[in-house]
């Protein structure tokens, strides 16, 4: 839910079950995949979990969600649910 131009979330009964603090949360209409929600610092995202904590650090320019524990990230690598990079392309 946004308010004043910030995102939290709310549960079934309308009530905060994370303030509002991101610049985006609204990039999917479960965001919550596998656990995670993708949410917007800056120009930047990262993950948080359902009791809003930061659990990968806004480092991401282009937001992916989580599928079989794994998501993909704008330069064409992947990260597992830790914010480690499991696989990263070639600079060549």
């Not at 079950?17 to 800056?42: N, T, W």
Request: charged share 25%; glycine share 14%; hydrophobic share 35%.
């Amino acid at each position: 839910m946004k308010v004043k131009n910030k995102w939290g979330y709310i549960d079934v009964k309308g009530n905060y079950v994370i303030d509002p603090q991101f610049e985006d949360a609204s990039l999917s209409p479960s965001p919550f995949k596998e656990g995670l929600a993708c949410v917007k610092f800056g120009k930047l995202f990262g993950y948080i979990n359902k009791k809003g904590k930061m659990v990968i650090p806004p480092v991401f320019r282009i937001p992916c969600g989580f599928s079989n524990g794994v998501a993909g990230y704008a330069k064409g690598g992947y990260i597992n649910k830790e914010g480690k990079y499991i696989w990263r392309p070639n600079k060549n």
